[in-house]
């Protein structure tokens, strides 16, 4: 597929941090989509255990999403699964919620 020459203009415009922040965002939603998958579960289904819209984690779901550390805390909860995990120099840290 021929690429954009405005497309990819503007991709070589952003910054490294914007690019570090949406491929982190992206694979925040991989983790979560991977999840779900093992689970058998739809984007629906994550929707009612968080009593949310489907059309609101269907935006989440796109990779653009801004998630707080509470969104994933409460995803991790739902799930019963790991979402984020934050490694330090001195040891690994769990953000997952039992």
């Not at 503007?10 to 949406?22: C, D, E, H, N, T």
């Not at 984690?57 to 799930?79: C, P």
Request: glycine share 4%.
């Amino acid at each position: 597929m021929k690429r954009s020459s405005v497309l990819e203009s503007r991709r070589k415009s952003v910054s490294p941090a914007v690019r570090q922040k949406v491929n982190l965002s992206f694979q925040i939603v991989n983790r979560i989509h991977e999840v779900l998958t093992a689970k058998g579960y739809k984007q629906k289904d994550l929707a009612n255990m968080l009593g949310k819209s489907e059309a609101e984690i269907s935006k989440w779901m796109r990779g653009t999403h801004n998630f707080t550390l509470d969104t994933i805390m409460n995803i991790e909860e739902v799930l019963n699964e790991q979402i984020l995990v934050v490694y330090s120099p001195r040891h690994e840290v769990s953000c997952a919620v039992s």
